[in-house]
């Protein structure tokens, strides 16, 4: 699989309930980031979770990061129908020039 | 909050022509890069810019693309002869010290 794949591909949820993304990643990193798309749109940074760090919280945002399975998850709480958005997860290898690679994102769907 | 600018939002051109996509980083940021994203696949890495060279540049970015910072707020992208597959969202981005890096709202670059 390529660089920073997550999974499921799509969620659909209901408000208030909680959404779980995970990601998948190859190489070596510095940090592992999450990015939300809304459609058509830029994306914005939500966290970074450095390769040192276990668990990282923000708001009603968790992430984790497990560096020797090579993968994170990304649980928002309470979720709310704003959160309808694309969710990727991009991976800052070391010695790269700071590029990010991206996953394919999930697509969250909260319904009011 | 300051914001990256991209311009225009929307360029349509006719294959072989020549684009240049326009972009205003955050001001005290000094990394910049360009993304691409075709339709309803991943954000895809094109080029890393620092201290007024290329850090870091991804296959795509072939001889037909170059990157300019040609006075100190504007950063440019230029594709000098389009291809139908160069029809894409760009976007550009920049950071500061620790990787996190903002992102503009993109420019849709129709080729016909």
């Known amino acids: 699989s390529q660089q920073g794949e997550e999974d499921p591909q799509a969620l659909s949820i209901q408000e208030g309930e909680n959404a779980t993304m995970n990601c998948s990643y190859k190489?070596?990193?510095?940090?592992l980031q999450w990015y939300r798309q809304n459609s058509g749109r830029g994306l914005v940074h939500l966290i970074l979770?450095?390769?040192?760090?276990r668990e990282k919280h923000s708001g009603r945002l968790r992430v984790t990061l497990d560096t020797s399975k090579k993968s994170s998850s990304l649980l928002i709480t309470a979720s709310r129908a704003a959160d309808t958005a694309s969710y990727f997860c991009?991976?800052?290898?070391?010695?790269?020039?700071?590029?990010?690679?991206f996953g394919q994102g999930t697509e969250l769907s909260v319904k009011p | 909050e300051p914001e990256v600018t991209q311009t225009p939002s929307h360029q349509v051109t006719q294959m072989g022509q020549e684009v240049i996509l326009r972009c205003v980083p955050i001001s005290n940021h000094l990394y910049f890069y360009w993304y691409r994203q075709i339709l309803g696949q991943k954000v895809e890495f094109l080029v890393s810019?620092?201290?007024?060279?290329?850090?870091?540049k991804s296959e795509i970015f072939d001889d037909q693309f170059s990157v300019e910072r040609p006075d100190g707020s504007n950063f440019t992208l230029k594709i000098r002869s389009t291809k139908l597959e160069d029809s894409a969202m760009y976007f550009c981005?920049?950071?500061?010290?620790?990787?996190?890096?903002?992102f503009g709202a993109g420019t849709r670059l129709s080729v016909l």
């Open positions: 981005a920049s950071s500061g010290a620790e990787n996190i890096q903002y």
């Open positions: 991009a991976t800052d290898a070391r010695n790269q020039g700071g590029k990010l690679i």
């Open positions: 979770i450095r390769s040192n760090e």
């Open positions: 190489t070596s990193i510095n940090n």
């Open positions: 810019f620092y201290n007024n060279e290329i850090s870091e």
